[in-house]
């Protein structure tokens, strides 16, 4: 049986969390956040908590229990506080900046990348060589910040390019080691 699945979901003051057979539409002060879950758990909400339950007979019932009650659990925490993610750019001349709401990057290549930004996505750029991805959605940011990290991956013999804050990266000698 799944530990995570068991624990309730706390709801926070100022959220609500409507259950409507499986799907799930939770609003908060930073937005809204729906999703359809599999029908091989029961999802109640109860005195503020949101439980997962096992459904008997169900194959993958003990599989989908923490999953559920993650996902669930990841919603709320980013309609009331958001999530964020900090990139970090390594390399002579690289740099961003801000183009209204999309990024600009400078990174080596002839011509400057543009990725716009996605909806309820936004970006801070500190200073030019940091960039925060922020949203409500833990997946939509996570997956944002993989596909600017993914215009220039970090090398292993400089250690020339976007990589997360606090990301180590494996170092080679190069030729000078033999």
């Known amino acids: 049986m799944s530990r995570i699945g068991k624990h309730p979901v706390i709801v926070p003051a100022g959220v609500t969390v409507e259950i409507d057979g499986h799907n799930v539409k939770v609003t908060g002060p930073k937005g809204t956040l729906e999703r359809t879950f599999t029908p091989s758990t029961t999802i109640t909400l109860e005195d503020g908590q949101v439980k997962v339950d096992l459904i008997d007979g169900v194959a993958d019932s003990n599989a989908q229990q923490g999953l559920t009650r993650t996902l669930i659990n990841n919603m709320v925490v980013g309609v009331s506080e958001g999530f964020a993610k900090k990139l970090e750019m390594t390399g002579v001349g690289y740099r ?42 833990k997946e939509q940011v996570g997956q944002v910040a993989a596909e600017i990290r993914m215009k220039r991956p970090p090398e292993p013999y400089k250690g020339k390019g976007i990589h997360y804050d606090g990301e180590f990266i494996r170092r080679k000698l190069g030729k000078a080691a033999k």
């Open 96 to 137: 961003a900046t801000l183009k209204g709401s999309d990024l600009e990057l400078l990174l080596g290549y002839s011509n400057p990348v543009i990725y716009k930004a996605p909806e309820n996505i936004t970006f801070e750029v500190p200073d030019n060589t940091h960039i925060i991805v922020k949203g409500i959605s």
